[in-house]
C-alpha cells in the first residue's frame, strides 16, 4: 500500500462529496510557503483543509517541518496514515490535527479508520495564508480596498505583509479561499 494507492483511494471513498460539491476545490500537490513543502491533498471550501499522507513506503523524517508549515496555513490538518507510523505519529502531531488509519484488507481492497478528529487550529499564521497567493492576486486583493498604488509595485513579501495589515484574520482567510477556488492554472510557479 503506497502512497498513491492511498490518494486515490482516500480521493474516491473519503473525498467524493467534496468533489461533487460545487463550491468546493480539492486539489493534490498544494504549494505551501513558497514551495517550503506541498500539501499532499488540499480542500478548500468554507475552510482550507490539509491532508498529509504518509504510507508504509515513507519515512517521518521531513514530519516536523511539514506539521510546522500546515500549522502555519490550515484551519484543519489530518493526516493519512499506514499501520507502521500510526502509533509514532500519534505522538509526532499536534492534538489538533485528525489522524486517519489507512489499512489494506484481505482482498487488496483500502479501508480508512478515523482513530483522532481534526479539530479547528489554535494559531494561524495569517502571513504564511497570505503566502498562498500569487503576487498579481495579492496586488488584486489590495487594489480592491483601494491600498495606495505606490505599494502595488513594491515586491511580494511587502504585498503579503500589506494584505495582512489591511484584512482583518477572516477577511484575508475568505479571499484567500476565493482566489484559490477560482485559479484556473495551477502549475504557474508562486
Known amino acids: 500500500m503506497n502512497d498513491l494507492q492511498i490518494r486515490s483511494n482516500f480521493h474516491s471513498k473519503r473525498l467524493s462529496r467534496q468533489h461533487a460539491a460545487s463550491n468546493t476545490l480539492v486539489v493534490d500537490e498544494l504549494g505551501l510557503k513558497h514551495g517550503r513543502c506541498r500539501a499532499d491533498i488540499a480542500v ?13 513506503d515513507d519515512s517521518l523524517r521531513r514530519l516536523g517541518d511539514q506539521v510546522e508549515t500546515y500549522n502555519a496555513v490550515f484551519d484543519r490538518a489530518i493526516i493519512v496514515v499506514g499501520p507502521r507510523f500510526l502509533k509514532d505519529v500519534k505522538r509526532l502531531v499536534p492534538r489538533w490535527w485528525g489522524i486517519v488509519a489507512s489499512e489494506e484488507g484481505r482482498r487488496g481492497a483500502i479501508h480508512f479508520k478515523t482513530v483522532r478528529k481534526a479539530v479547528a ?16 492576486e495579492a496586488a488584486q486583493e489590495l487594489v480592491k480596498r483601494g491600498v495606495d498604488g505606490r505599494i502595488l509595485n513594491q515586491k511580494r513579501s511587502v504585498l503579503y505583509r500589506e494584505l495582512v495589515r489591511v484584512l482583518g484574520a477572516g477577511e484575508l482567510r475568505g479571499a484567500v479561499r476565493e482566489r484559490l477556488k477560482n485559479r484556473k492554472n495551477w502549475r504557474r510557479p508562486v
Open 121 to 136: 487550529n489554535p494559531s494561524l499564521d495569517y502571513l504564511a495564508v497570505a503566502q498562498l497567493l500569487w503576487r498579481d
Open 44 to 56: 478548500v471550501n468554507g475552510h482550507l483543509i490539509g491532508y498529509e499522507i504518509k504510507s508504509d
